[in-house]
């Protein structure tokens, strides 16, 4: 999957987060691995570009799910922030 698409997926311009294709990002991400590892289980030997592949695959999957998890951390950060400043 290109960054372009995951850029306009994630990100639609208005300011807001579009947190349904992030998710679809992350599903297909999931998806692409899984496939390739019961492809890979179904053989008796893997090739190392085939590993790499793997590797790349995996660490992309590492780092948007990351991300996710710490834009959701930043918006509680930000929520909690403003609720104390609310009651004071």
């Known amino acids: 999957m290109a960054y372009a ?3 306009t997926a994630a990100w639609q ?3 807001k987060i579009d ?3 992030l998710r679809k990002v992350i599903n ?3 998806l692409a691995v899984e496939n390739q590892l019961e492809e890979l ?3 008796d ?3 190392v570009p085939e590993m790499f592949d793997m590797q790349f695959k995996m660490n992309n999957l590492t780092q948007f799910t990351e991300m996710a998890s710490s ?3 930043g918006i509680q950060t930000i929520s909690n922030t403003m609720a104390r400043g609310a009651k004071g």
Do not use: I
């Open 5 to 7: 698409d995951v850029e």
């Open 28 to 30: 297909d991400l999931t």
């Open 45 to 47: 030997s893997v090739k």
């Open 41 to 43: 289980s179904k053989r």
């Open 71 to 73: 834009v959701l951390s």
């Open 19 to 21: 947190f349904v294709g």
């Open 13 to 15: 311009g208005t300011g």
